[in-house]
């Protein structure tokens, strides 16, 4: 009788992470991954971790920002927290059969938890972005200064353009702008209310 051999791989998961050798081959791997919210801007494969259920860049990371995106996440946009490999207590795979009960659906938040949710992620993000904010005013030529900025936006909401008195202001409003200004301001702007360019009587 013929015995099969096999050439002994060495397992991805086990290796993942490292500098392999001529015995890795071929494998499949499962990487526990969970959907979070960005503390601030992170790029697609940003090693990072977790902070009052918000994501960081800084400090002890035990995970990476999704490697598949194609562009960065924005402050208060969701993602993929795909966890180190070797760093999970516990796995387990749900499936679902004709023949047997489906596996209990997991709860999903309540409107009031997710308001209690983006109102606490706003409060921790207020004082980074109040400094990115005011950053961006310093660097943009076309702002006012930020205390006037945010004077002249609370007033705006809803409009088709932020009015400035006083101080030169001109051109459009990034979309990037809007997270830092939801978390300064406390309460969330859709986009429709969001004005996309300044106007100004200096």
């Known amino acids: 009788m013929t015995v099969q051999t096999h050439t002994v791989s060495t397992d991805a998961l086990a290796t993942l992470g490292t500098i392999i050798d001529e015995t ?91 308001e209690i949710a983006d109102r606490t992620r706003m409060r921790i993000n207020k004082a980074e972005s109040e400094q990115w904010l005011r950053d961006w005013c310093e660097r943009n030529g076309n702002s006012p200064s930020y205390d006037t900025f945010i004077d002249s936006v609370s007033r705006s909401i809803g409009d088709d353009y932020v009015y400035v008195s006083g101080e030169d202001a001109h051109g459009d409003i990034p979309a990037e702008v809007w997270p830092h200004v939801e978390a300064v301001l406390g309460r969330r702007i859709s986009e429709g209310e969001r004005p996309e360019y300044f106007s100004c009587s200096c």
């Open 24 to 114: 890795a081959g071929r494998d499949a791997i499962h990487l526990a991954v969970e959907p979070v919210v960005a503390g601030e801007l992170l790029h697609p494969g940003q090693h990072i971790r977790m902070e009052n259920g918000t994501a960081y860049a800084n400090g002890e990371t035990f995970g990476v920002v999704d490697p598949f995106l194609k562009g960065p996440v924005r402050p208060g946009q969701r993602f993929w927290f795909v966890i180190y490999p070797r760093q999970i207590t516990s796995l387990r795979h749900v499936w679902e059969h004709p023949a047997f009960p489906a596996a209990p659906a997991e709860r999903q938040p309540t409107p009031e938890e997710l």
